[in-house]
Each structure stands twice: as structure tokens, then as C-alpha cells.
């Protein structure tokens, strides 16, 4: 006879999942905020029909746009998503990948500035 152990309980496995999710739910919650305290907007962009796109597409003033793939901690890009990403680029595009907080206000900096910019 095999017996295979599993450690933790299935609501703590759950649990886990349930908590990576969350970060990157979190992570785009501040991007969206942050966009929005610099003038912008950034809503989620959904595609039927075209599947890979970034989870987001921030619209800053003065014509400025680059499109955001928002990622648990450590997460990369599925190569659909990365087929996408570099499709984006070829026309102008920025596109960012962002999997922590600490990356949004690189972001932003690089998009046009920061707050006191609008």
C-alpha cells in the first residue's frame, strides 16, 4: 500500500491560493490609485476574442498610455501574454509588468513624473 501525505489541510491550500490572489488584486489596487492621484485612468482591459492582453491600460494627460500585466510576487508572463506584450511594443507602446508595489512609482516616473506634474 502508498500513502502519499499532503501537509496542511485543504482550507489551508486554499487558503494560500486565496492569498496570492489577493496580492496582485492588492497590487492593482494601488496602481489604479496611483494613476488616479496623478490625473490619469486605468481601467482593466478585457478582450473577448483576443486573448494575452495586459490586465490594464493607464491614460495619462497629455496622450500618454502604456498598458500594465499585473502579476503575483514572482510571477512572469505567459508567453501568449509575452507575444502580446512585445506586439504592443513593436507599435510604441510601454508595456510594464508589475508584481510588486515597489515598481509603480517607477512606473509612473517614467510615464511623465510624478503628482505634481498634473
Given at each position: 500500500?502508498?500513502?502519499?501525505?499532503?501537509?496542511?489541510?485543504a482550507e489551508s491550500r486554499m487558503?494560500?491560493?486565496l492569498e496570492a490572489?489577493?496580492?496582485e488584486k492588492d497590487i492593482e489596487q494601488k496602481i489604479v490609485s496611483a494613476v488616479k492621484r496623478r490625473g490619469g485612468i486605468c481601467p482593466k482591459w478585457v478582450s473577448p476574442g483576443f486573448d494575452g492582453v495586459p490586465d490594464r491600460i493607464a491614460i495619462f494627460p497629455m496622450a500618454r498610455i502604456c498598458f500594465i500585466e499585473v502579476k503575483t510576487p514572482g510571477k512572469k508572463p505567459r508567453p501568449l501574454q509575452k507575444a502580446r506584450h512585445k506586439q504592443l511594443r513593436h507599435f510604441g507602446f510601454r508595456v510594464y509588468v508589475i508584481d510588486s508595489e515597489e515598481q509603480i512609482e517607477s512606473m509612473l516616473e517614467e510615464m511623465g513624473g510624478g503628482a505634481n506634474e498634473v
Amino acid at each position: 500500500m502508498i500513502v502519499t501525505t499532503v501537509t496542511g489541510s485543504a482550507e489551508s491550500r486554499m487558503n494560500k491560493g486565496l492569498e496570492a490572489f489577493m496580492r496582485e488584486k492588492d497590487i492593482e489596487q494601488k496602481i489604479v490609485s496611483a494613476v488616479k492621484r496623478r490625473g490619469g485612468i486605468c481601467p482593466k482591459w478585457v478582450s473577448p476574442g483576443f486573448d494575452g492582453v495586459p490586465d490594464r491600460i493607464a491614460i495619462f494627460p497629455m496622450a500618454r498610455i502604456c498598458f500594465i500585466e499585473v502579476k503575483t510576487p514572482g510571477k512572469k508572463p505567459r508567453p501568449l501574454q509575452k507575444a502580446r506584450h512585445k506586439q504592443l511594443r513593436h507599435f510604441g507602446f510601454r508595456v510594464y509588468v508589475i508584481d510588486s508595489e515597489e515598481q509603480i512609482e517607477s512606473m509612473l516616473e517614467e510615464m511623465g513624473g510624478g503628482a505634481n506634474e498634473v
